[in-house]
Nanobody
Framework: QVQLLESGGGLVQAGGSLRLSCAAS????????MGWFRQAPGKEREFVAL???????YYADSVKGRFTISRDNAKNSVYLQMNSLKPEDTGVYYC???????????????????WGQGTQVTVSS
C-alpha cells in the first residue's frame, strides 16, 4: 500500500558528498518516524539516522557530524545528506517508516513498517 523509493546513490571518492532522497507514495509521512539504514557487503544492516514526526533527529555514532537527515512534508520526502564520506560508508542505503502515529520514542529497527528497495552508495579510497 505504501511505497518508499530511494534515489541519489552512486560512486564517490572518500571525502565527497552524496544526497539521498526517499519519496513516499500511498500515504503521507508527516506524523511518523522515518529512518535510514545501511547494509555493507557481508555485514548486517545497521541504523544510520532517524527523524521524528516533530523533527527531532538522531544519528549513529559513526556518522555524527557528517550526515544530516531532514524531511520535507510538502514533498512527502526524507533526505540524507552525506558529507565527508569514508570507504566504511559503502553499502546499500534503505529508508523506512514507522507508522505508529506520534510514537513517543524512537522506534526500534523491528518497528519500522515499510522499507524501500535501497540505493547503492560506494565510496572509493
Amino acid at each position: 500500500q505504501v511505497q518508499l523509493l530511494e534515489s541519489g546513490g552512486g560512486l564517490v571518492q572518500a571525502g565527497g558528498s552524496l544526497r539521498l532522497s526517499c519519496a513516499a507514495s500511498g500515504r503521507t509521512l508527516s506524523n511518523y518516524f522515518m529512518g535510514w539504514f545501511r547494509q555493507a557487503p557481508g555485514k548486517e544492516r545497521e541504523f544510520v539516522a532517524l527523524i521524528s514526526w516533530s523533527g527531532t533527529t538522531y544519528y549513529a555514532d559513526s556518522v555524527k557530524g557528517r550526515f544530516t537527515i531532514s524531511r520535507d512534508n510538502a514533498k512527502n520526502s526524507v533526505y540524507l545528506q552525506m558529507n565527508s564520506l569514508k570507504p566504511e560508508d559503502t553499502g546499500v542505503y534503505y529508508c523506512a517508516v514507522d507508522f505508529m502515529k506520534y510514537r513517543g520514542r524512537p522506534p526500534t529497527s523491528n518497528e519500522y513498517d515499510y522499507w524501500g528497495q535501497g540505493t547503492q552508495v560506494t565510496v572509493s579510497s
